[in-house]
């Protein structure tokens, strides 16, 4: 039996005709915030939460070191 052990999210950049990928991460608030900085410094606005899609995705991991099921 496979078993999730951590929650992934795909992060999407709201275009007008697409969606434009930009990150799997497993928290989103924490990227933004890191994706946010990095804008602020690049002198950029800050983006808001609804620019963005987020995708819960569902990885099947097998290597022990990522699984705890292979202690």
Request: with cysteine; hydrophobic share 25%.
């Amino acid at each position: 039996m496979m078993k999730h052990f951590t929650k992934l999210y795909n992060i999407y950049y709201i275009k007008v005709y697409r969606e434009e990928y930009e990150a799997t991460t497993d928290n989103f608030e924490k990227w933004l915030e890191e994706h946010n900085k990095k804008r602020v410094a690049d002198g950029n606005e800050p983006e808001k939460e609804n620019c963005f899609e987020v995708e819960e995705v569902y990885p099947i991991l097998f290597n022990k070191e990522h699984n705890n099921e292979g202690k």
